[in-house]
């Protein structure tokens, strides 16, 4: 499956939201293209790494992290210490 359709299936159930779904993937599954937008300290640090004057959504991480591929989760790890 690709990282889309785990997110989704993975969506489908109880109180399972988007961020840990990601969560899940990238933590336990490994792919390291993935840097979950949804969350707050990681996206937050994000922004303030690039010089962001505003805080980033989930779509402006995506943008930001997409010339990182294939190496975001390595991004996101980064981003959590």
Do not use: I, Q
Request: charged share 25%.
């Amino acid at each position: 499956m690709d990282n889309e359709a785990v997110v989704a299936s993975l969506l489908e159930l109880r109180s399972v939201g988007r961020w840990t779904a990601e969560y899940v993937l990238v933590r336990g599954l490994k792919p390291l293209n993935v840097f979950p937008g949804d969350d707050v300290g990681a996206r937050n640090r994000l922004a303030k790494w690039l010089g962001c004057k505003e805080s980033l959504d989930y779509e402006g991480v995506a943008r930001a992290t997409k010339r990182w591929e294939p190496c975001a989760g390595e991004v996101y790890f980064h981003m959590l210490l």
